[in-house]
Protein backbone atom coordinates (compact mmCIF):
# COMPACT_ATOMS: atom_id res chain seq x y z
CA UNK A 1 0.00 0.00 0.00
CA UNK A 2 0.98 3.38 -1.07
CA UNK A 3 2.72 5.76 1.60
CA UNK A 4 0.78 8.66 3.36
CA UNK A 5 1.29 11.57 4.95
CA UNK A 6 -1.24 12.40 7.76
CA UNK A 7 -1.86 16.12 9.13
CA UNK A 8 -3.19 16.31 12.82
CA UNK A 9 -4.28 20.61 13.72
CA UNK A 10 -4.15 21.38 17.06
CA UNK A 11 -4.94 23.63 19.54
CA UNK A 12 -4.53 23.29 23.58
CA UNK A 13 -5.01 19.49 22.91
CA UNK A 14 -2.18 18.63 25.76
CA UNK A 15 -4.64 16.29 27.02
CA UNK A 16 -5.69 14.51 23.69
CA UNK A 17 -3.02 14.58 21.54
CA UNK A 18 -1.22 12.12 23.25
CA UNK A 19 -3.74 9.21 22.80
CA UNK A 20 -3.71 9.78 18.97
CA UNK A 21 -0.07 9.86 18.35
CA UNK A 22 -0.18 6.72 20.53
CA UNK A 23 -2.54 5.44 18.29
CA UNK A 24 -0.82 6.49 15.35
CA UNK A 25 2.43 4.56 16.48
CA UNK A 26 0.46 1.58 16.90
CA UNK A 27 -0.82 0.59 13.21
CA UNK A 28 -0.22 -2.57 11.23
CA UNK A 29 0.23 -0.23 8.47
CA UNK A 30 3.44 2.05 9.17
CA UNK A 31 4.25 3.71 5.79
CA UNK A 32 3.25 7.27 6.77
CA UNK A 33 4.72 10.75 8.07
CA UNK A 34 2.72 12.47 11.15
CA UNK A 35 2.76 16.49 10.51
CA UNK A 36 1.55 18.23 13.35
CA UNK A 37 0.47 21.64 12.89
CA UNK A 38 -0.59 23.56 15.92
CA UNK A 39 -1.97 26.99 15.95
CA UNK A 40 0.29 28.80 18.99
CA UNK A 41 -0.92 26.92 21.58
CA UNK A 42 -0.94 27.90 25.11
CA UNK A 43 -0.62 24.75 26.98
CA UNK A 44 1.85 21.98 26.32
CA UNK A 45 0.80 20.41 23.12
CA UNK A 46 4.16 20.64 21.08
CA UNK A 47 6.01 19.49 24.11
CA UNK A 48 3.98 16.08 24.16
CA UNK A 49 3.76 15.81 20.58
CA UNK A 50 7.89 16.06 20.69
CA UNK A 51 7.63 13.30 23.00
CA UNK A 52 6.46 11.08 20.42
CA UNK A 53 9.25 11.63 17.94
CA UNK A 54 11.29 7.80 19.03
CA UNK A 55 7.80 6.29 18.46
CA UNK A 56 6.98 7.60 15.70
CA UNK A 57 10.33 8.51 13.48
CA UNK A 58 8.32 10.71 10.14
CA UNK A 59 7.28 12.60 13.49
CA UNK A 60 7.38 16.67 12.73
CA UNK A 61 5.68 19.16 14.67
CA UNK A 62 4.94 22.65 13.14
CA UNK A 63 3.58 25.84 15.02
CA UNK A 64 2.46 28.64 13.58
CA UNK A 65 1.39 32.08 14.60
CA UNK A 66 -2.12 32.16 13.18
CA UNK A 67 -4.62 30.04 14.36
CA UNK A 68 -7.60 28.62 11.86
CA UNK A 69 -8.82 25.04 11.65
CA UNK A 70 -8.08 25.54 7.75
CA UNK A 71 -5.35 27.42 7.69
CA UNK A 72 -3.71 24.65 9.48
CA UNK A 73 -5.23 21.84 7.11
CA UNK A 74 -3.73 23.65 3.89
CA UNK A 75 -0.19 24.42 6.21
CA UNK A 76 0.17 20.34 6.60
CA UNK A 77 -0.78 19.76 3.07
CA UNK A 78 2.08 22.34 1.89
CA UNK A 79 4.79 20.29 3.94
CA UNK A 80 3.55 16.92 3.36
CA UNK A 81 5.72 14.58 1.38
CA UNK A 82 3.47 11.90 -0.07
CA UNK A 83 0.65 11.83 -2.03
CA UNK A 84 -1.99 10.26 -0.02
CA UNK A 85 -3.18 12.77 2.63
CA UNK A 86 -5.22 12.16 6.19
CA UNK A 87 -6.24 15.33 7.61
CA UNK A 88 -7.11 14.48 11.55
CA UNK A 89 -8.42 16.49 14.47
CA UNK A 90 -6.25 16.19 17.95
CA UNK A 91 -9.27 14.70 19.01
CA UNK A 92 -9.39 11.34 16.93
CA UNK A 93 -9.17 7.83 18.20
CA UNK A 94 -8.33 5.27 16.02
CA UNK A 95 -8.21 1.29 15.93
CA UNK A 96 -4.70 -0.05 14.78
CA UNK A 97 -5.89 -1.42 11.34
CA UNK A 98 -7.20 1.63 10.47
CA UNK A 99 -4.61 2.74 7.63
CA UNK A 100 -4.60 -0.71 6.44
CA UNK A 101 -8.34 -1.27 6.06
CA UNK A 102 -8.95 2.31 5.02
CA UNK A 103 -6.01 2.66 1.94
CA UNK A 104 -7.29 -0.81 1.39
CA UNK A 105 -10.27 0.49 0.41
CA UNK A 106 -9.32 3.77 -1.12
CA UNK A 107 -6.92 1.97 -3.85
CA UNK A 108 -9.84 -0.73 -4.49
CA UNK A 109 -12.38 1.69 -5.62
CA UNK A 110 -10.21 3.81 -7.17
CA UNK A 111 -10.71 7.02 -4.43
CA UNK A 112 -9.09 10.68 -4.27
CA UNK A 113 -11.14 12.21 -1.80
CA UNK A 114 -13.80 10.27 0.98
CA UNK A 115 -15.25 11.15 4.63
CA UNK A 116 -15.40 8.39 7.51
CA UNK A 117 -18.27 7.42 9.97
CA UNK A 118 -18.28 8.00 13.26
CA UNK A 119 -17.76 5.17 15.50
CA UNK A 120 -19.75 4.76 18.83
CA UNK A 121 -19.40 1.11 19.82
CA UNK A 122 -17.92 2.64 23.55
CA UNK A 123 -20.81 5.10 24.05
CA UNK A 124 -24.37 4.89 25.81
CA UNK A 125 -27.37 3.86 23.34
CA UNK A 126 -28.50 7.63 23.17
CA UNK A 127 -25.73 8.20 21.40
CA UNK A 128 -25.07 4.97 19.02
CA UNK A 129 -28.41 5.80 17.74
CA UNK A 130 -28.22 9.84 16.70
CA UNK A 131 -24.72 8.41 15.39
CA UNK A 132 -26.24 5.94 13.23
CA UNK A 133 -28.91 8.81 11.90
CA UNK A 134 -25.70 11.00 11.41
CA UNK A 135 -23.57 8.28 9.22
CA UNK A 136 -26.77 7.57 7.40
CA UNK A 137 -26.78 11.48 6.78
CA UNK A 138 -23.72 11.27 5.39
CA UNK A 139 -23.86 8.27 3.41
CA UNK A 140 -26.98 9.53 1.49
CA UNK A 141 -25.47 12.73 0.86
CA UNK A 142 -22.60 11.51 -0.52
CA UNK A 143 -24.83 10.87 -3.89
CA UNK A 144 -25.72 14.42 -4.34
CA UNK A 145 -24.45 16.74 -1.81
CA UNK A 146 -21.47 15.57 -0.43
CA UNK A 147 -20.95 16.58 3.38
CA UNK A 148 -18.14 14.90 5.89
CA UNK A 149 -16.35 15.51 9.45
CA UNK A 150 -13.64 17.01 8.94
CA UNK A 151 -11.52 15.38 12.06
CA UNK A 152 -11.33 12.61 9.84
CA UNK A 153 -10.95 12.82 5.93
CA UNK A 154 -8.77 11.47 3.26
CA UNK A 155 -7.75 13.31 0.27
CA UNK A 156 -4.47 13.28 -2.32
CA UNK A 157 -2.08 16.07 -3.29
CA UNK A 158 -3.51 16.45 -6.82
CA UNK A 159 -7.27 16.98 -5.75
CA UNK A 160 -6.36 19.23 -2.80
CA UNK A 161 -4.40 21.67 -4.96
CA UNK A 162 -6.57 21.32 -7.85
CA UNK A 163 -9.33 22.54 -6.08
CA UNK A 164 -7.03 24.65 -3.91
CA UNK A 165 -7.23 23.75 -0.28
CA UNK A 166 -9.77 24.38 2.30
CA UNK A 167 -11.33 27.51 1.70
CA UNK A 168 -9.92 29.66 4.69
CA UNK A 169 -13.05 32.89 4.23
CA UNK A 170 -15.82 29.89 5.00
CA UNK A 171 -16.25 30.22 8.61
CA UNK A 172 -19.06 26.67 9.20
CA UNK A 173 -18.69 23.18 7.52
CA UNK A 174 -15.31 24.39 5.44
CA UNK A 175 -14.98 20.67 5.52
CA UNK A 176 -18.19 20.04 4.13
CA UNK A 177 -17.44 22.36 1.11
CA UNK A 178 -13.82 21.18 0.63
CA UNK A 179 -15.52 17.18 -0.10
CA UNK A 180 -18.25 19.31 -2.15
CA UNK A 181 -16.02 20.94 -4.52
CA UNK A 182 -13.69 17.83 -4.69
CA UNK A 183 -16.76 15.49 -6.17
CA UNK A 184 -17.15 17.73 -8.83
CA UNK A 185 -14.08 16.57 -10.26
CA UNK A 186 -13.72 13.00 -8.56
CA UNK A 187 -16.38 10.38 -7.59
CA UNK A 188 -16.40 10.61 -4.29
CA UNK A 189 -17.71 7.85 -1.06
CA UNK A 190 -17.51 7.30 2.21
CA UNK A 191 -15.26 4.53 3.22
CA UNK A 192 -17.04 1.73 5.68
CA UNK A 193 -14.15 1.96 8.36
CA UNK A 194 -14.84 4.23 11.31
CA UNK A 195 -13.10 6.57 13.92
CA UNK A 196 -13.77 7.77 17.31
CA UNK A 197 -13.47 11.05 18.80
CA UNK A 198 -13.82 12.94 22.48
CA UNK A 199 -17.66 12.99 23.06
CA UNK A 200 -16.64 16.56 25.14
CA UNK A 201 -18.30 18.81 21.76
CA UNK A 202 -21.79 16.77 22.15
CA UNK A 203 -21.39 16.84 26.12
CA UNK A 204 -20.44 20.37 26.42
CA UNK A 205 -23.29 21.60 23.11
CA UNK A 206 -25.72 18.90 23.91
CA UNK A 207 -26.11 16.17 21.41
CA UNK A 208 -29.33 17.08 19.75
CA UNK A 209 -28.27 20.67 19.86
CA UNK A 210 -25.19 20.12 17.99
CA UNK A 211 -27.09 17.98 15.50
CA UNK A 212 -29.63 20.51 14.67
CA UNK A 213 -27.07 22.98 14.54
CA UNK A 214 -25.09 21.04 11.39
CA UNK A 215 -28.24 20.10 10.00
CA UNK A 216 -29.74 23.53 9.89
CA UNK A 217 -26.23 24.48 8.45
CA UNK A 218 -26.02 22.05 5.63
CA UNK A 219 -29.54 23.06 4.88
CA UNK A 220 -28.52 26.44 4.67
CA UNK A 221 -25.98 25.84 2.55
CA UNK A 222 -27.74 23.62 0.35
CA UNK A 223 -30.12 26.73 -0.85
CA UNK A 224 -28.07 29.40 0.15
CA UNK A 225 -24.06 28.36 -0.04
CA UNK A 226 -21.09 28.61 1.82
CA UNK A 227 -20.98 30.60 5.47
CA UNK A 228 -18.12 33.00 5.21
CA UNK A 229 -19.47 35.59 7.80
CA UNK A 230 -20.61 33.71 10.76
CA UNK A 231 -24.05 33.94 9.38
CA UNK A 232 -25.12 31.43 12.16
CA UNK A 233 -23.85 32.86 14.95
CA UNK A 234 -21.77 29.84 15.80
CA UNK A 235 -19.23 29.84 18.48
CA UNK A 236 -15.45 28.51 18.03
CA UNK A 237 -13.06 27.17 20.30
CA UNK A 238 -15.05 27.43 23.01
CA UNK A 239 -14.47 23.39 24.42
CA UNK A 240 -13.78 22.83 27.73
CA UNK A 241 -10.10 20.97 28.26
CA UNK A 242 -11.34 18.50 30.88
Request: with cysteine; charged share 25%.
Amino acid sequence: MSPISIVVITLNEEKRIGRLLDDLSKQTHQNFEVIVVDSNSDDNTRTIAHGYEKALPQLTVHKMENRGTSLGRNTGAKLAQHERLLFLDADVRLAPTFLTDALHKLEKNKLEVAGVYMGADDLSLTYRLGYGAFNAGLWATSFFFPTAVGACIFSTKRAHQEIEGFDESITLCEDCDYVRRAAQTWRYRMLSVSFWFDPRRLEQDGFFTMGLTYLKANVRRFFLGEMRNNEMNYQFDHYRQS
